[in-house]
């Protein structure tokens, strides 16, 4: 991952201390604003590759704020903090311009994956008819998907789950992100869905085309290697 | 400090109906004197127009003796109030009343015979030189009148002393009930949640009122003892992950010698303040949906759809738990709702069952529809639960086991059942037809 200039707009001295070393310690380098109407304007300001915006700022809201850079037409990924308590805070800061959302507390490589994530380069973004990498061919109008070339058949949930790990190559996924953006489920399951399926997806991939392409990252999630 | 009985609705109204009472009595009693006042001035004046006729014909028959004659027995037959005059150029000829001015047609003056009192009649001139007056004394009409008016005040004294032992009767009855009340509120007030207002049975507006208050304050009640259960449970469910968060930094900072060891104390405390975050999660989630605040952004939500994510998302976490899921399949079926909210509700009640049963157990997921609601039901053949628990279940941390062996914060069911509820629904737990296990029912309301 190369380094990155990242805004961080958050009024909690010490939760924006932490994240700040957690940043740092990837090699990126970390501005951080203690308000919103500071944080407003630095964002206009100088060239940051990622913002993520606490919910909750004094001076002006974090969902204010992002709605208020977007309708100016400033389009820097934006990660959005939200509590446990306001669940509603998630749909409200996506629909707001906000990339993606991540609930307090969190883990330091959840915060990272998603950080990593939002920034992904642009051609893999939104609306594109073909996703290739790691020697893969996803098309997402016939949904279909070919490995050097020989076809591979998946079922709905493995299809979706390729193409999120496609999009994101070379990036690592948290189970959570998976469970958030492949399956829309916004709570924490009692079984093993994000294993049973990557398995499956595993095993259909590997199926005599060569070696694995998807590895575990231990404790954190998974990345699809392009190489 | 008392209800006072001057300042209680009731006894407003009574005062007010009292007050339009008098004000129509008094309006009836000047218009029936006035009514029979210039009634009898008229029965006056027609009497006194006969006399005058009968004298006028006695003289234009038999001359001035008959008329004298016919003014004679006019006096004799009048009462003491009632006056004839016969009067020849200036002089008596016959009457009681003494020569006086010639007017003529209905006229009206103060008497010459009695101070203060009026003379009303009609007087004309018979024959030139020759006129008749005939008339009464007023105070005939005013005796009248005075006995009108002393009735009309007895039947209003009466009358007022009823409406005011009725008001203060009426008063004092609802002055006690809402003294009841008053009581009762305060005594709740005091801490005392279990007191009730006592209802009669008579159905009227007060009785109403209790019976709702009644009902609140039994909804109140049972919202506290649910916040007192929770309060407690959450306590003892925080209290075994904090102290096992406890012992294990304990036995890392006593116990561990190389890095490998303290960073697997550290992760093993992690998992335990995992725990502890994941059990509020699920509070401040139920708490959320309880809250009602999502249903603003309910939409329609296709039931079917859902059903066949159920299947696609568990199919294989359930085969490879080795469990059968079989999804029946439904027709489109829309409701109004918040769709991630009612798939968590049926992921956990398949989890549930996935988790809960023993390997080579079937569970089926199936969609019913009648014209009013609709109903999701998620069944299995495991071993199911006892009957007395079947209304447990739902509550915040009730578990079957009660030793807590099982993983899980036992709060997945009172999610659902808090969902159902945002949704206008139920669920319930019921033993299956002819066959082991347990059937889940969530009835959801049909939308308009």
Request: proline share 3%.
């Amino acid at each position: 991952m190369e380094s990155m200039k990242i805004l961080l707009i958050e009024d909690d001295r010490e939760m924006a201390d932490g994240i700040a070393q957690t940043l740092r310690g990837h090699g990126h380098e970390v501005e951080i604003s203690g308000t919103g109407t500071d944080g407003a304007t630095r964002a206009r300001s100088d060239g940051f590759a990622a913002l993520i915006v606490d919910r909750m700022l004094p001076g002006l809201d974090g969902l204010t704020l992002v709605r208020e850079l977007r309708t100016d037409g400033i389009n820097t990924p934006v990660l959005f903090l939200t509590t446990m308590s306001g669940i509603d805070d998630r749909v409200q800061g996506l629909e707001g311009g906000a990339d993606d959302y991540l609930t307090k507390p969190f883990a330091a490589a959840e915060l990272l994956a998603r950080v990593h994530a939002i920034t992904r380069r642009a051609d893999l973004r939104g609306e594109t008819t073909l996703l290739k990498g790691a020697g893969l061919e996803m098309n997402l109008i016939r949904r279909t998907v070919t490995r050097a070339g020989h076809p591979v058949t998946l079922q709905a949930q493995e299809f979706l789950l390729l193409e999120y790990l496609l999009r994101n190559v070379d990036k690592v996924v948290t189970r959570t992100m998976l469970l958030e953006h492949v399956w829309e489920l916004h709570f924490d399951p009692r079984t093993n869905i994000v294993e049973t399926h990557m398995s499956r997806l595993r095993a259909k991939l590997d199926c005599g085309l060569g070696g694995e392409i998807i590895s575990t990252v231990r404790g954190t999630g998974y990345i699809l290697r392009a190489h | 400090m008392r209800i006072r009985l001057l300042h209680t609705e009731s006894f407003r109204l009574a005062a007010i109906y009292t007050a339009i009472f008098v004000v129509s009595v008094a309006v009836l009693g000047v218009t029936v004197l006035a009514i029979t006042g210039s009634a009898m001035r008229q029965q006056i004046v027609q009497y006194s127009q006969a006399d005058v006729a009968a004298i006028s014909d006695g003289y234009a028959h038999e001359g001035l003796h008959e008329a004298e004659e016919v003014t004679q027995q006019l006096m004799v037959a009048a009462g003491h109030a009632d006056f004839v005059l016969l009067q020849q150029n200036g002089v008596r000829v016959a009457g009681n009343l003494p020569p006086m001015a010639t007017r003529t047609g209905s006229i009206e003056f103060p008497s010459p015979l009695t101070p203060d009192h009026v003379i009303v009649g009609v007087g004309a001139n018979i024959a030139p030189g020759l006129y008749v007056f005939s008339g009464s004394d007023l105070v005939f009409v005013s005796a009248v009148q005075e006995r009108i008016v002393k009735l009309l005040l007895w039947l209003f004294a009466v009358s007022l002393l009823v409406a005011a032992l009725g008001g203060l009767l009426v008063s004092r009855s609802f002055v006690a009930r809402m003294d009841a009340i008053s009581r009762t509120c305060r005594a709740i007030m005091a801490g005392n949640l279990r007191d009730r207002i006592a209802v009669r049975g008579s159905r009227d507006e007060l009785d109403n009122l209790a019976i709702i208050i009644n009902a609140m304050l039994d909804r109140i009640a049972a919202l506290m003892d649910n916040l007192r259960q929770v309060s407690s449970d959450v306590a003892h469910d925080l209290r075994t992950p904090l102290t096992h968060l406890r012992q294990r930094l304990e036995r890392a900072r006593g116990e561990a010698q190389s890095p490998q060891q303290y960073a697997a104390a550290l992760d093993a405390a992690i998992a335990s303040a995992d725990e502890i975050l994941s059990l509020f999660a699920a509070l401040l989630r139920i708490a959320q949906i309880e809250g009602g605040a999502r249903r603003a952004g309910f939409a329609p939500v296709d039931l079917a759809a859902l059903l066949q994510k159920t299947k696609e998302v568990y199919g294989a976490v359930a085969e490879d738990a080795a469990h059968a899921l079989a999804v029946q399949p439904a027709a489109a079926c829309m409701i109004r709702g918040d769709e991630e909210l009612l798939f968590q509700l049926l992921a956990n009640l398949v989890e549930n069952a996935i988790v809960h049963t023993p390997a080579g157990t079937r569970i089926t997921v199936a969609l019913k529809e009648d014209a009013a609601q609709v109903t999701l039901l998620v069944s299995d053949d495991g071993p199911g639960i006892p009957p007395e628990a079947h209304g447990k279940i739902f509550q915040r941390f009730y578990r079957a086991d009660a030793a807590r062996s099982q993983p899980g914060h036992g709060l997945g069911l009172a999610l659902t059942a808090a969902v159902a509820e945002l949704h206008g629904g139920s669920i319930t737990a019921a033993k299956p037809a002819g066959g082991n296990g347990v059937i889940f029912g969530v009835s959801l309301p049909r939308s308009e």
